[in-house]
Every structure is written in structure tokens, then in C-alpha cells.
């Protein structure tokens, strides 16, 4: 799903205000006390609540893994100049259902209406269609998540429609919005920023470690 460029923890995305960044075991505390608190954990589909440090340790490994095979890449949002500092997570991965990209994201509660969730998802998002080679995002948002709802509009995702899906840790079936972006809408929306009909999103850079080659 990912190529070569994003298989090693020193990749990084920046954005204007944030930097995003491999997962590592030290983040597992900020996990455990951000997405653990229950209204993030309750829009969720695998976050439990409480969440305890073994599951936080456990879902770091696992993330870093998938980063690693290039099945997926999560990476935690930290504020730009204080990567150490976790305020959320963001990633795209199989869906379990579909197996099609899927983009996932969580922000700790200090950190809600300041657009960061916006911005982290359009970097990953720009990163997912620059660098690989995937047609489309899906992404869904339970119906009583307006706020996710407005993210997912914000990055051009389209509606597609509403059904019952599997919210493991929260044991059921609930109702969720699902959403689609493909990679013509993804083009035609960052040409338009660029010729004013739309705000231009956050510019992306990569930083990397020298002695990687960005065509390995």
C-alpha cells in the first residue's frame, strides 16, 4: 500500500503547524491518557475504554509493524517543534472488511476545534496519493460524529452513504456515514487550491533521514 520511502522511522511529514511522525513505545502513556478518555475512545471502533498501557504497548508494535511492511502507515500528530509531545493519531490501513485504504484518526480532547485533525489527515492523504499508487481513500464516521463528518468533507471526501458496521470495542453494530476519495477528485481538488476555488491545504514536506534515497 506504501512504498519503500515510508518504511523507516525516520520518515516524517510536515505540515504548517504539526509534524507527523512513526509511533514510538514512549508515546504509550500520551495514548493510554488522550485516547483513552471516553468520549474519543467512544467514536471509535477499536479503542477501548479504559484503555490500558499493555493495549496502548501493544497497538504502538503493531503500528509500527504495518509501517514497516508497508501495509499501512500510522503516525502520531505531535505540534510542530515538540515531536515528543502526542496529541493524536492518524492513519490509513486495509479495511478489515473491504481490505481498500482506509483513513483512520483520533485527537486528545485538548487539542479538539483547532483544525489539527483537518490538517494531519490532507498531509497523509497527499502522502497516500504522491508517493503510492491507490485509486481511493474510504473512510466512515459514526452518525453522532458530526465533527468527523466535517474532517472527512474538509479533505473532499464524497458521501456515500449509511449503514450498520462493527465497532469491535464498543461490542456492535452501529450506525456509521460512509465516505470515498479517489485520486481524480484528490488531483482536481489540488489544482483548484492552487488556482484559488478552494483553500489551499496545508503544504506537506518530507523529511528524511539523508542517507535514504527517495527513489529506494
Excluded at 137 to 165: D, H, M, W
Excluded at 187 to 215: M, N
Amino acid at each position: 500500500m506504501f512504498p519503500d520511502l515510508t518504511r523507516d522511522d525516520v520518515f516524517r511529514l510536515e505540515t504548517r503547524r504539526l509534524w507527523l511522525r512513526w509511533p514510538r513505545l514512549a508515546d504509550a502513556q500520551a495514548v493510554v491518557r488522550l485516547a483513552g478518555e471516553k468520549p474519543v475512545a467512544d467514536m471509535t471502533a477499536r479503542i477501548p475504554h479504559p484503555y490500558s498501557p499493555e493495549q496502548a504497548e501493544r497497538f504502538i508494535f503493531q503500528a509500527r509493524r504495518s509501517n514497516a511492511d508497508g501495509e499501512g502507515l500510522q503516525l502520531a500528530i505531535t505540534p510542530k517543534g515538540k515531536p515528543n509531545s502526542l496529541i493524536g493519531m492518524v492513519g490509513i490501513g486495509p479495511d478489515p472488511e473491504s481490505g481498500k485504504p482506509n483513513l483512520g484518526y483520533w485527537l486528545g480532547m485538548p487539542s479538539w476545534g483547532q483544525g489539527y485533525a483537518t490538517e494531519a489527515a490532507r498531509a497523509l492523504i497527499d502522502a497516500f496519493f504522491a508517493y503510492g499508487d491507490g485509486d481511493e481513500i474510504t473512510a466512515c464516521a459514526r452518525v453522532i460524529n458530526p465533527a468527523s463528518r466535517r474532517v472527512l468533507e474538509k479533505c473532499g471526501f464524497a458521501y456515500q452513504g449509511a449503514g450498520l458496521s462493527e465497532l469491535p470495542a464498543r461490542c456492535g453494530l452501529y450506525p456509521v456515514d460512509h465516505f470515498r476519495l479517489d485520486r481524480r477528485t484528490w488531483e482536481s481538488l489540488k489544482t483548484w487550491g492552487h488556482t484559488g476555488f478552494i483553500p489551499e491545504p496545508a503544504s506537506v514536506e518530507v523529511e528524511l533521514d539523508r542517507s535514504i534515497s527517495l527513489a529506494s
